[in-house]
């Protein structure tokens, strides 16, 4: 039998990547039936497994964030050299969000630049605090 997580991951991550809600999964999987039942309908119950409900696709989302955070941490643990850019902006809500850009090479030549954190902001946004904001994420990679 066919690993069906796999394919949630995927259409999980496929939602985050357009930045659909976690609710359209069940949309998709509703989808997913209508095309298997006319395609390939000895292969309809396996679709029907899948779960793709809002909780589930959260879960996976995270997972996947998770995955990439550990990745970033284990590129910057080996930068010989590196730079941080910090920049403020506002969301459709008008929150001051902290965006912290890393960029980095390593022994190899190999070049890593990544969008680390983005980190919403609550009252006033002065250089200190985001100063301070960078530093409790830089030390969470340790």
């Known amino acids: 039998m066919m690993h069906l997580s796999k394919q949630v991951f995927l259409i999980s991550q496929i939602l985050a990547k357009i930045r659909k809600p976690y609710s359209d999964g069940e949309e998709v999987k509703e989808c997913l039936c209508v095309a298997s039942d006319n395609m390939f309908p000895d292969k309809k119950k396996l679709v029907e497994n899948i779960s793709l409900s809002g909780y589930n696709v959260a879960r996976r989302i995270d997972s996947l964030s998770g995955n990439i955070e550990s990745t ?71």
């Open 72 to 142: 970033i941490a284990k590129r910057v643990s080996a930068f010989s050299s590196y730079s941080v850019a910090l920049d403020e902006s506002c969301d459709t809500a008008d929150t001051a969000q902290l965006a912290v850009y890393i960029r980095g090479v390593d022994n190899d030549y190999n070049i890593t630049e990544e969008m680390a954190s983005l980190q919403s902001m609550k009252g006033a946004t002065t250089g200190h605090l985001f100063l301070m904001n960078w530093k409790k994420y830089w030390q969470g990679l340790d």
